[in-house]
C-alpha cells in the first residue's frame, strides 16, 4: 500500500509563493511517475503539473505554465510543486498523485493515476 501526504498549503497574497511537497511511502517511489490535480470549491478536478520518474520530462496545465513548477527528489521520495505569481483562481486543494504503471502517457487524466493523497489547501486572496 502506497501512502502520500501532502504538506506546504496555506493562505497567500496574490502575486505570493508557496511550495508544496508530497511524500511518499514504499520502496518503489522512484519507478513512477508522479502529478498535482487541483479541484477548486464547486469544480471539478483538474490536472495542474506531472513529472516522469526520472524528473527528466515535465507537462503543465496551460494555466499554470510558467508559474508553477514540478520536481522530485528520489532519495527522499518526494515531489514538490512550487507555485509562483499565485493567482486568487489557484484557490484550490492541491492532491498529489502516483500514475498507474504503463499510463504515464495518459498523465493529464485522472483515471490514470492509481493512489492519491489527502489535499492541503491553498488560498489565495486578498
Known amino acids: 500500500q502506497v501512502q ?5 498549503g496555506g493562505s497567500v ?8 511537497s508530497c511524500a511518499a511511502s514504499g520502496r ?3 519507478t513512477y511517475a508522479m502529478g498535482w490535480f487541483r479541484q477548486a470549491s ?3 478536478r483538474e490536472f495542474v503539473a506531472a513529472i ?3 524528473g527528466g520530462s515535465t507537462y503543465y496545465a ?7 513548477t514540478i520536481s522530485r527528489d528520489n532519495a527522499k521520495n518526494t515531489v514538490y510543486l512550487q507555485l509562483n505569481s499565485l ?3 489557484d484557490t484550490a486543494v492541491y492532491y498529489c498523485a502516483r500514475v498507474r504503471g504503463g499510463s504515464w502517457w495518459r498523465y493529464s487524466i485522472q483515471d490514470a ?3 492519491w493523497g489527502q489535499g492541503t489547501q491553498v488560498t489565495v486572496s486578498a
Open 52 to 54: 516522469n520518474w526520472s
Open 28 to 30: 518503489t517511489f522512484s
Open 4 to 8: 502520500l501526504v501532502e504538506s506546504g
Open 113 to 115: 493515476y492509481d493512489y
Open 87 to 89: 493567482k486568487p483562481e
Open 13 to 20: 497574497q496574490p502575486g505570493g509563493s508557496l511550495r508544496l
Open 42 to 44: 464547486g469544480k471539478e
Open 62 to 68: 496551460d494555466s499554470v505554465k510558467g508559474r508553477f
